[in-house]
């Protein structure tokens, strides 16, 4: 038995996937897959420890049926023992977590002063890398959560006595940095910083998880400088006079250039290990395509264009008949309230054939109290669940035992987190079933009729920004707060630090002194490393005052706006008040039969232009832009039919962003000369918007959520008809570049997902959008086609 052959296999009936995907294919009038992709199972490559691993920690592996590790383990340890800075960027359930274990532990057992610094981008994933170093039972290493869900009693003993410390970077960024001097002993000694599941950092947040990686690197210095500790200690620069700093060992899933990428989060050159010898299970892969439901007698003649079939409920619905058939089985859900559907849905369906097995299914998602989320896990973990809907939350490293099936509502926006995603099945080294159930959405329409989009192309490349400026200055103003910056940090943070530090000065938010550049102000700087849009706001039912979870500040204008239905572990609430200064929505029980959609209205100013290509009547630019958006209203629509019941006032404030763009024009000649009338412009330059904003993530590391569009037949900033496509996140996150670089093939697949959909005057598959603040209203269809044939026949191929 060797390290990825350690967990138990799951309940399951016994059936290869084939014959289970058979079975539920077989519940479907019309046959919904649209393509089955089989993923041969892997032979593992297993080689001798290294001579470095001391014996008690070989003895205590093996005793957890560890007897040898895959090649690429030992290939990173090594590495990372001798002091390399090395990314292992391998495969769901490929052991990357021993990769970083063997030189960490080995190392805090030959020398008891260092330190051991573990970063995970959610808790749960922390708490369960806590189980497994404790699980060991090693003396000396004293494991130790530091998290939000700390007590405060704890909190000194950590920084007084553990030596391996599991956090994440908001807590670093919040508070161990800020708290340097109280973690200088910690610090001073660390030998290892562990960055698992770096692909996850990306865009903004990448960003800015790459500043709090150089101000620990930073921080890691200054604690050596300053030590007054007796004994031997390692010298703040070495021979070269370069600083001294921890080893990083990084873990990936499977990425595009992940030495580059670990490489710009670190700041440091980092060797990537990228050959996965472990073992694998074969995985049947079926793409999924919900029905069209055609239209009754009794619809109106407007809405006599069939409508498809919901991904949340088929996705329910698969995990009802998987559960019932015994099949353990976890369905990644988008959005946390489409989590709460999906499982509501599933226990209402199995409690209706058997009484009593909808407990069996249960939600997981983020904004849970601690409690419920650890108790969830457990009830996983010993099997007294077998069907979980979850959101993202457990994409990464949890150890799920025994998983045999996985359904994903909806493409995940990367084909990173895709294989991530349906790599949680199997993971027992057993057979096992993946299935993308399509949205109703131009992306997962092309792709599930596009098989070798998937399945034939490499994954993408991490994309995040160091030099983004409305990153890079709040982070050195993080800096400068903690210890004056210097010259030598300025290197430290990169490129544009020194511009970032001048505009700090002359915002007076820096003094600058001879001794270097001076935080003025008695508070810290408020840095939101997520960019959520502010603290998270509690939701609180109003009757008993009790904390039913939280909901992120940038998502509170969209879910918990006064009349938003909220729901929680399947019981609905109605939201009575949002009070956003003090962070708080109350809520009371009820069960409406109809759901809430908010809706917002969006305009947007050029700010500069960064780039530019004349392409004769079609200009494409990159630039920055100024966006303002308000929610102004929501939708009540009946959840037995989807029927808009009423659209309702809302008074919240506007928010505004500065942020970078891709934007294209058209002149209106050349309009006219393919036929688009003037009278139909606004639909086509709307149609052509919203379904290149759904095809973006093909060529982009993001999904739909994370970018923002605008179309005009005429803006006052470009005098023409204009299509806007902008990063959601201020100062950019890399999207629009992105798309910028590849718009000649980004909209030629823009252009063939909507002439490829089955639909006659638009539909959701194709240029309605789900969140679309005008109604998705108006839309041209045929004339969007018109649209993008002008751009793409005079756009350069290369563009």
Not at 434 to 450: E, K, Q, S
Not at 646 to 656: K, N, S, V
Request: charged share 20%; aromatic share 6%.
């Amino acid at each position: 038995m060797t390290a990825a052959a350690t967990v138990s296999t799951g309940s399951g009936p016994g059936r290869s996937p084939a014959e289970l995907l058979r079975r539920l294919r077989a519940r479907s009038a019309a046959d919904p897959v649209t393509h089955v992709e089989r993923v041969p199972p892997r032979p593992g490559v297993p080689v001798p420890w290294p001579e470095w691993v001391p014996p008690e920690l070989r003895a205590a592996l093996e005793r957890r049926g560890v007897v040898a590790p895959w090649r690429h383990q030992a290939e990173a340890a090594d590495l990372a023992y001798d002091g390399r800075h090395v990314v292992v960027a391998t495969g769901t359930a490929s052991g990357k977590s021993l990769a970083y274990q063997l030189p960490a532990l080995a190392t805090l057992l030959a020398d008891p002063r260092a330190t051991v610094l573990y970063l995970a981008p959610t808790k749960a994933l922390a708490a369960d890398q806590f189980r497994a170093v404790a699980g060991l039972e090693l003396e000396g290493v004293r494991p130790a959560c530091y998290d939000g869900d700390t007590p405060r009693a704890e909190r000194e003993w950590i920084r007084r006595h553990s030596r391996f410390v599991l956090t994440n970077p908001d807590m670093l960024h919040h508070g161990i940095l800020p708290g340097h001097a109280h973690w200088s002993g910690f610090l001073r000694r660390l030998t290892y910083v562990i960055v698992d599941e770096c692909h996850t950092y990306r865009g903004v947040f990448g960003s800015h998880v790459a500043h709090v990686l150089r101000r620990l690197r930073r921080q890691c210095a200054g604690a050596l400088r300053t030590s007054a500790a007796p004994g031997p200690r390692r010298p703040a620069t070495g021979a070269d006079g370069a600083r001294r700093t921890p080893t990083f060992v990084l873990a990936s899933a499977t990425s595009g250039d992940p030495a580059a990428a670990a490489g710009r989060l670190t700041g440091l050159p980092v060797t990537a290990v990228t050959e996965d010898t472990s073992p694998r299970g074969g995985v049947t892969f079926a793409l999924w395509e919900p029905p069209l439901l055609p239209a009754t007698a009794d619809d109106p003649p407007q809405d006599l264009t069939p409508t498809r079939r919901s991904a949340l409920r088929e996705t329910a619905d698969l995990l009802a008949d998987t559960v019932a058939e015994g099949v353990r089985t976890l369905a990644f859900v988008r959005s946390r309230r489409g989590a709460e559907v999906v499982a509501s849905t599933a226990r209402r369906a199995l409690d209706e054939a058997v009484p009593g097995l909808g407990a069996r299914v249960a939600a997981y998602r983020a904004g849970y109290l601690r409690e419920e989320r650890r108790e969830l896990e457990r009830a996983l973990l010993d099997g007294d669940l077998l069907g979980l809907a979850s959101t993202n939350a457990l994409e990464l490293g949890v150890d799920l035992v025994g998983l045999d099936a996985v359904l994903i509502c909806g493409y995940p926006g990367t084909r990173a987190s895709l294989w991530q995603q349906a790599g949680r099945a199997g993971r027992s080294g057993g057979e096992a079933l993946a299935v993308l159930v399509a949205r109703d959405d131009p992306l997962d329409t092309y792709l599930v009729h596009h098989p070798e989009a998937l399945f034939g192309a490499p994954v993408e490349a991490t994309v995040l920004d160091p030099a983004n400026p409305y990153v890079l200055a709040p982070q050195l103003a993080c800096a400068a707060a903690e210890a004056p910056l210097t010259p030598a940090d300025l290197e430290l943070f990169g490129d544009g630090a020194k511009e970032a530090v001048d505009a700090l000065v002359a915002a007076q938010a820096l003094r600058q002194r001879p001794t270097g550049w001076y935080w003025r102000h008695r508070e810290r700087p408020e840095v939101d490393l997520r960019g959520e849009g502010g603290a998270p706001v509690c939701v609180v039912e109003s009757a008993t005052g009790r904390l039913l979870g939280t909901v992120d500040g940038g998502s509170a204008h969209f879910l918990v706006h006064p009349g938003a239905v909220y729901l929680h572990q399947g019981v609905s609430y109605v939201v009575d008040d949002l009070d956003l200064a003090d962070g708080c929505a109350l809520v009371h029980a009820e069960e409406p039969d109809w759901s809430t959609h908010a809706r917002d209205v969006t305009s947007l100013s050029v700010v500069s232009v960064r780039s530019s290509v004349d392409a004769g009547p079609v200009r494409l630019f990159l630039g920055e832009v100024d966006v303002t958006s308000q929610v102004v209203s929501y939708q009540r629509r009946r959840l037995s039919s989807g029927e808009v019941i009423d659209t309702r006032p809302l008074d919240l404030p506007a928010r505004e962003l500065r942020t970078v763009a891709v934007w294209f024009t058209v002149t209106p000649e050349a309009l006219a000369g393919a036929g688009v009338e003037p009278a139909d412009v606004p639909g086509g330059l709307h149609a052509a918007e919203h379904a290149a904003i759904g095809l973006l993530p093909l060529v982009a590391t993001c999904d739909r959520w994370d970018i923002g569009g605008l179309s005009t037949a005429l803006h006052p900033d470009t005098e023409a008809p204009t299509v806007f496509v902008y990063d959601g996140h201020p100062g950019g996150a890399g999207f629009a570049e992105r798309a910028y670089g590849t718009a000649a093939a980004w909209l030629r697949a823009t252009r063939d997902a909507i002439v490829e959909c089955g639909c006659e005057t638009g539909c959701p598959s194709c240029v309605q959008s789900p969140k679309c603040g005008n109604g998705n209203n108006p839309l041209g269809r045929a004339d969007a086609v018109r649209v993008l044939d002008v751009v793409l026949a005079n756009l350069p191929d290369g563009t």
